[in-house]
């Protein structure tokens, strides 16, 4: 079914298992980030190393969607450096927008491909940007002290 | 007449619609917005049809019909509240009916009763939806008054323990609603009521749960002010009542001002027009409050007390077809008694937004999240719930909808 689309396997399965979900205790930058929609809540913490993302961490409450999302996330942007991010948050944010009309380049996007079948339903949109909106609000603050 | 919800769903169109590739639309959302039945639909496009024209002004017919049917609602509002009918106003929502209250108190001058200033209080709940809360927060933000609150407890019922410390000679106004969008719980009003009358206070009561849904006697109950929307009682959106006793109606000042409120005009100032029409500036929401009074009339020919019954009926049937599932938590009184139609509840670790957009894959639409209570739903440690709520049109076959629903999200997420 349709729904299928959305909840696929790798999906639940970051919801089950999620990935650098605990705060590490040190950090460059700390931001809270909020869905007002729906109630769902993320605080994110980020470590530079230079233009290095050396360090994410994080810890929430949300749907499978938020959730799964920000977990991919970290898999993702820890070991590249900011442009790389860049680059990859771009694609994400395209793909969401995409209205079920792209498949996303999994090259780039690895497991966050399985996150296609969101730009189906516009509600949940919101739901998979949370830990991505987080991150870029913390990079920006994380980088604008290293001054 | 006997009361048939099959029957009465053919009176709503879009209850006969499918949803996501064929499925049966099972509509649990009422408490959300309820669905429109052709009667109202049709009030609301025969007036821009046959009478739209600016109400009271105008020299021309369709004026004179204009207006004839724009007060004409006014009275079946009235009748419907047991109120007379220079108590009613029309708004475009509850929201504004709250903030309208809310408001014109900030506007009273020192000698008006309805003055507040450091030295007062305003008393809420736990249990308030935003509309009822966050007006209030500003009000005692604009004048020093201190916002107090009674609590919930994990019964979800009002903790009336501490009313005669909690509204005290300090008390200007005590804002609550009549039934939890939440939780279901209807509150207690007459001890409240009481108290705060003895301390000089007035009662607001967010009626938006309760009007649709039961028997109103703004009388019987013994409240100053309450407020409804249009929407939740089969009317259209862009139309709420704010009901005042007169008395009251006639120190409160008013909120928006403009045409049409006033009595006279000079460079340097003006006066008001009695109420209701004192907070009525501007031309209003002529068709919507027309198909509001189709809407009640509706509901009136259908019988308060027979939707009411229906409703506690469902409500009994839904409680305990959701008990036996497992993981599954009621959030709210788990037995009709002083509930009404709205059954939160959380699923084990399935997120309500998940359980939600499963049931939407099988045709059922239910609310998900805060609910726009977000302190009381933070105070259960629930951050959201999944809602179902129902209506007048509802059958067990919409529950039995539902509770298959919520065992087939439970393998479909436990997979």
Known sequence: ?147 | MTFDARTIAKDFPILSRTIRDGKRLVYLDSGATSQKPNVVIDAESDFYRLHNAAVHRGAHQLAEEATDAYEGARSIVANFLNADIDEVVFTKSATESLNLIAYAMGNAQIGNRFHLNAGDSIVVTEMEHHANLIPWQQLAARTGATLKWFTVTAEGRLDLSNLDSLVDASTKVVALTHQSNVLGTINPLEDITRRAHEVGAVVVLDACQSVPHMPTDVKALDIDFLAFSGHKAVGPTGVGIFWGRADLLAELPPFLTGGSMIENVTMESATWAPAPRKFEAGVPNMAQAVGLGAALTYLTAMGMDNIHQHEMSLTKYLLEGLSVITDLRIIGPKTTDLRGGVVSFTLGDIHPHDLGQYLDSQGIAVRTGHHCAWPLTRKLGVPATTRASVYLYNTTDDLDALISGVQGAQKYFGR
């Open chain 1, 1 to 147: 079914m349709q729904l299928d689309n959305l909840y696929q396997e790798v999906i639940l399965d970051h919801y089950k298992n999620p990935q650098h979900k605990k705060l590490n205790a040190t950090y460059d930058a700390q931001v809270h980030h909020i869905n007002p929609s729906c109630g769902d809540e993320i605080t994110l913490n980020v470590t530079l190393d230079g233009d290095l993302v050396k360090d994410v961490s994080w810890d929430g409450m949300g749907c499978s969607i938020s959730q799964a999302s920000v977990s991919i996330l970290t898999d993702l942007l820890i070991g590249k450096n900011l442009d790389q991010a860049q680059v990859v948050a771009d694609s994400f944010m395209h793909l969401m927008q995409s209205k079920g009309t792209e498949k996303g380049d999994e090259e780039l996007l690895e497991d966050a491909v399985a996150l296609a079948g969101v730009s189906q339903y516009p509600a949940r949109i919101k739901c998979a940007l949370l830990g991505w909106m987080a991150f870029k609000d913390a990079s920006v603050q994380a980088l604008a002290k290293q001054g």
